[in-house]
């Protein structure tokens, strides 16, 4: 299988500790995307790397959160000091510059955070 | 904050039949929009888009419509199968972004029964 891969698929935590969420991207993209679910919702941009430059953060991406891709290729994604309210499907998607179809982002199946 | 808008949260549909799923967009100057449908337990996947100089898209069972008088934008599926069952969103890139920083609508689920 060549498309996003995301790690790991579940995690339940309790309220005040570290997650890290991790995202390899079709190994030919050079952008990466985090977005995050919430029940009912569409996904909500986060943040987005072209190779390994951080180009671009949403307000929703408070200090908590930090992004990395420190090679160009996979990313993490780690959340300190979980609240409840970052309960949600973390998404992580890639696409390539001027590749493909103009808006057309590859997802993975994402990362559920359950926050006790 | 400008956002992409649904309005029907579910839709019920026999196989075979046509489905019409709408979306209202706010920002009059968006000028790209994209249908992604997702399957239960799946990430979303991109279906077709279409650009504010063109109202009518075509592609493969599927018809985007996009009406800039009324900021309305629909996505019609032809003969429906049990596979078309999902969510499905539509998406707009905002004047003042790039194609990297899509808004996502809530969703419309359609449900496609035998």
């Known amino acids: 299988d060549t498309g996003v891969s995301q790690d790991p698929r579940h995690k339940i935590t309790k309220r005040g500790q570290n997650v890290t969420f991790r995202c390899d991207p079709i190994?030919?993209?050079?952008?990466l995307y985090w977005y995050r679910q919430t029940l009912g919702q569409g996904p909500e941009f986060l943040t987005y790397f072209q190779n390994e430059a951080q180009l671009e953060k949403s307000r929703l991406l408070s200090d908590r959160f930090s992004a990395e891709r420190p090679k160009g290729s996979f990313s993490t994604l780690e959340i300190q000091r979980t609240e409840q309210g970052d309960s949600a499907m973390y998404l992580c998607?890639?696409?390539?510059?001027?590749?493909?179809?103009?808006?057309?982002?590859?997802f993975g199946e994402g990362s559920r955070l359950t926050v006790l | 904050g400008e956002s992409v808008g649904l309005h029907l949260p579910t839709l019920s549909v026999q196989e075979g039949d046509n489905s019409i799923i709408n979306c209202a967009y706010s920002?009059?100057?968006?000028?790209?929009f994209i249908w992604y449908k997702q399957e239960s337990g799946k990430g979303p996947q991109f279906i077709i888009d279409?650009?504010?100089?063109?109202d009518k898209r075509q592609g493969q069972r599927v018809t985007v419509l996009l009406n800039k008088t009324v900021k309305h934008l629909s996505l019609q599926i032809a003969a429906t199968q049990p596979g078309d069952s999902a969510v499905y969103f539509c998406?707009?890139?905002?004047?003042?972004?790039?194609?990297?920083?899509?808004?996502f609508g809530a969703g419309t689920r359609l449900a496609v029964h035998p």
């Open positions: 998406a707009e890139k905002p004047p003042d972004g790039g194609y990297n920083k899509l808004i």
């Open positions: 920002n009059s100057a968006s000028d790209y």
């Open positions: 190994s030919e993209h050079n952008r």
């Open positions: 998607a890639s696409s390539s510059v001027g590749g493909g179809r103009t808006g057309e982002l590859f």
């Open positions: 279409i650009r504010s100089n063109m």
